[in-house]
């Protein structure tokens, strides 16, 4: 009963800190941008704007909840409530050096989850009942399902070189080289993938303002809408820490690895900044003609690879 109050404990405490940690990558997020156009952004609620993401999150949960009257209520307030929960979901899979929930199939559990995604945000865009939100939920599912199949072929290459599902090992198997060296082509595609699988800049067809006013969260407001910009932050903020843990050898007991996953949530954000949105005849040819090919031969690459040093290990 004791380890199960200390587990449930740390879930609690892992939850805060995520959201916390959200609150402020909003906060650096409105910073980074305001630098690049050359203004200040947020600087006046707190010492340079520090309680800025405390005032946004008391406006948008107290705003007036809007009602649509033909949609489908039950889901229409369900959707943001299941996008949330599998953003934070997600966060269970981190290896902890307490053996909070850290398994040898953390890998898969995450791989599973990342893949629920899609159900909330189809949800979301059909239970509006609006066609702005039903294209804009229709462009993500196709965006997210075709990134997955290039994404797991990609992971599979990771996955081969290191013979484990536990995240644990990606870090003892990079003490000597990060595999962002090693992989450098896989890393780069990974990234780019990720890009695309949290719907972010220049891959944001899901929001495109300009022709879908605001995507499949059209019709949201106050709760709903902070429920999902959560999610959408929470799972970048998880982005950044598998790409590290991936990628960049990171190990939790090192101060380095926090340094590490704050370099790479700025890389969305800077890639948010400096780059315009790509076409979506594009965006797909991108991932069937250019990266599904090319993780596949990199797969296949590296399977023999393994497997020449199996055979090297044995003799």
């Not at 484990?164 to 450098?184: D, H, K, P, R």
């Given at each position: 009963m004791g380890d199960l109050v200390l587990m449930m404990l740390s879930n609690l405490i892992q939850i805060v800190c995520v959201l916390v940690g959200?609150?402020?990558?909003?906060?650096?997020?409105?910073?980074?941008?305001?630098?690049?156009?050359?203004?200040?952004?947020?600087?006046?609620?707190?010492?340079?704007?520090?309680?800025?993401?405390?005032?946004?999150?008391?406006?948008l949960f107290t705003?007036?909840?809007?009602?649509?009257?033909?949609?489908?209520?039950?889901?229409?307030?369900?959707?943001?409530l299941?996008?949330?929960?599998?953003?934070?979901?997600?966060?269970?899979?981190?290896?902890?050096?307490?053996?909070?929930?850290?398994?040898?199939?953390?890998?898969?559990?995450?791989?599973?989850?990342?893949?629920?995604?899609?159900?909330?945000?189809?949800?979301?865009?059909?239970?509006?009942n609006s066609s702005y939100a039903m294209l804009g939920s229709l462009r993500s599912i196709a965006q997210m399902i075709s990134y997955e199949v290039s994404l797991i072929l990609i992971l599979l290459s990771f996955l081969f070189y290191v013979f484990?599902?536990?995240?644990?090992?990606?870090?003892?198997?990079?003490?000597?080289?990060?595999?962002?060296?090693?992989?450098?082509f896989l890393g780069i595609m990974l990234l780019v993938s990720f890009l695309a699988e949290t719907n972010r800049s220049p891959f944001d067809f899901a929001e495109g303002e300009s022709e879908l006013v605001s995507g499949f969260n059209v019709e949201y407001s106050s709760g709903g809408f902070a429920l999902i910009f959560l999610a959408e932050y929470a799972s970048i903020l998880f982005m950044s820490m598998f790409s590290s843990l991936v990628l960049l050898g990171g190990s939790l007991d090192s101060f380095?690895?926090?340094?590490?996953?704050s370099l790479v949530a700025f890389f969305w954000l800077w890639v948010r900044?400096?780059?315009?949105?790509?076409?979506?005849?594009?965006?797909?040819?991108?991932?069937?003609?250019?990266?599904?090919p090319i993780s596949l031969m990199m797969l296949m690459f590296y399977v023999s690879l393994s497997q020449g040093f199996v055979v090297m290990s044995i003799m």
């Open positions: 959200v609150a402020f990558l909003t906060l650096l997020e409105r910073k980074v941008l305001g630098y690049i156009h050359m203004r200040k952004g947020p600087n006046k609620l707190g010492i340079v704007g520090l309680f800025q993401p405390f005032g946004d999150a008391i406006k705003k007036e909840q809007s009602l649509p009257f033909s949609s489908n209520l039950g889901i229409f307030y369900f959707s943001p299941v996008n949330f929960f599998l953003a934070i979901l997600l966060w269970l899979g981190i290896p902890f050096f307490s053996k909070n929930l850290s398994f040898n199939l953390s890998f898969l559990f995450v791989v599973s989850v990342m893949s629920l995604g899609v159900y909330s945000i189809i949800f979301a865009g059909w239970s509006s484990s599902f536990s995240l644990m090992e990606f870090s003892y198997y990079q003490s000597g080289s990060w595999f962002f060296f090693s992989f450098f380095f690895f926090f340094i590490q996953v900044g400096s780059l315009p949105r790509y076409r979506y005849d594009k965006l797909m040819y991108l991932v069937w003609k250019c990266y599904l």
